[in-house]
Every structure is written in structure tokens, then in C-alpha cells.
């Protein structure tokens, strides 16, 4: 199947700092990228859109200036956590959109520890 | 929100059952999907399913796509300890909007 690239697999970082992660499709481009957060013992949440060449679109209730997503390429996005704060420690799980097998497939996810 | 109820929420067997969960909605979806999701790691596709009542199964995985479109199941045979984890059945929506279920958390006892 295709591969999702997540990085870094994990971060501690103080609070008040930010962090980037990036996902990249290995063997497909991807026009449509998503960010999902994932609390322990929970679904995953759908946090943002990622469409390349154009801005994300987010989920009702995410800050959009908190969470900057570049879509640079059919093949990268990124997530930027901004001003992080404990409660923003959490697992980002980014995947992105096959569009020739109408499926998704997920990178292996970013654990994030805001101290 | 999630529009896909999943149930049962958890299941514990002993190594060698059988297994099954389903996936139900209120509104019709092109393609349903199944994850598995390991501790600390994304989910990772088990199953994709196309076409309305069809079966398709992948080693001791098999999942039926409903008739009808809003409902899909998936068995597991001869349970085995590496099948611990969540499962997650997903519909796209709209093209680009993923809907999925809260999570079955499968638990097997050797």
C-alpha cells in the first residue's frame, strides 16, 4: 500500500514554544492532505484540510492561528503548532488522500509532549 | 462530527475466536473502509470496500459492504495476540472528508 511520512515521531517541548511537523506521501501525489489530533483512548479527530496551493480548511472550534498548515507540494504538508501549551500535548496523525483508490492512508503519527 | 456508529466499543477473547464488529450509518456511503490502529502508531488500512453487498476478505479479515450502503461488518477468524488494537471503520464524504467510527478496542488473551 502507499506510504505516509510523519516527522518527527515525537517532540517535548516547553510551553509558549512551537513545533512543526511534516507529512509527506512517498509514492503518490496528494492533492488533499489531513490533520487529525488523537487523545488517549479516543477516535480521531479531524482538526484541518490541507489542500495544495490553497489554504487549509478547518474544523469547527481549531484555531486557525494556533495550527498552521502549509501545503507546499502535491507530496508535503505541514502542521505548526504555535505558542504550545500542555493541553495542546496530544498524538497529530496526518493522512493523505489516494485519489486513484478513493482511500486514505495515515503516517504512523506525532506524539506531542508540551511541558 | 463522526456520523458512523461503531460498535461494540471493546471485546475481550481468548486467542482462537472468531470476531466480529460493524459499522452502521444513517446516511449512504460510496466506500467504506477499515483500519486497525496499533498503541502509538496511525492507523493502517485493512480493508477497502466499493461496491454495494460486497465481500472482500484479506488473510483471516473479511468485511461485507451493506446493501443498502450504510452498514459494513468485519470478522476476524482464529484470533491471534497481534490482532490487539483499535479498529476503525471509515467512509469518505464529499470526496475529501473522512468520517469515522469512535473505535472498537480489541483486546485478545492468549
Known amino acids: 500500500g502507499a506510504v505516509v511520512s510523519q516527522h518527527p515521531s515525537w517532540v517535548i517541548c516547553k510551553s509558549g514554544t512551537s513545533v512543526k511537523i511534516e507529512c509527506r506521501s512517498l509514492d503518490f501525489q496528494a492533492t488533499t492532505m489531513f490533520w487529525y489530533r488523537q487523545f488517549p483512548k479516543q477516535s480521531l479527530m479531524l482538526m484541518a484540510t490541507?489542500?495544495?496551493?490553497?489554504?487549509?480548511?478547518?474544523e469547527q472550534g481549531v484555531e486557525k492561528d494556533k495550527f498552521l498548515i502549509n501545503h507546499a507540494s502535491l507530496t508535503l504538508s505541514t502542521l505548526t503548532v504555535t505558542s504550545a501549551h500542555p493541553e495542546d500535548s496530544s498524538f497529530y496523525i496526518c493522512?493523505?488522500?489516494?485519489?486513484?483508490?478513493?482511500?486514505?492512508?495515515f503516517g504512523p503519527g506525532t506524539r506531542l509532549t508540551v511541558l | 462530527g463522526q456520523q458512523l456508529n461503531q460498535s461494540p466499543q471493546s471485546m475481550f477473547i481468548q486467542e482462537g475466536e472468531d470476531v466480529s464488529m460493524n459499522c452502521t450509518s444513517s446516511?449512504?456511503?460510496?466506500?467504506w473502509l477499515w483500519y486497525k490502529q496499533d498503541p502509538g502508531e496511525g492507523p493502517v488500512l485493512l480493508i477497502a470496500?466499493?461496491?454495494?453487498?460486497e465481500l472482500t476478505s484479506n488473510g483471516r479479515l473479511t468485511a461485507q459492504f451493506g446493501i443498502t450502503r450504510k452498514d459494513s461488518f468485519l470478522n476476524i477468524s482464529a484470533s491471534i495476540p497481534s490482532d490487539v488494537g483499535i479498529y476503525f471503520c471509515?467512509?469518505?464524504?464529499?470526496?475529501?472528508?473522512?468520517?469515522f467510527g469512535a473505535g472498537t478496542r480489541l483486546t485478545v488473551k492468549p
Open positions: 470496500l466499493y461496491k454495494a453487498g
Open positions: 490541507s489542500n495544495e496551493g490553497s489554504k487549509a480548511t478547518y
Open positions: 471509515a467512509g469518505p464524504k464529499n470526496n475529501n472528508d473522512m468520517r
Open positions: 493522512s493523505a488522500r489516494d485519489p486513484f483508490e478513493d482511500t486514505q492512508y
Open positions: 446516511s449512504i456511503f460510496n466506500t
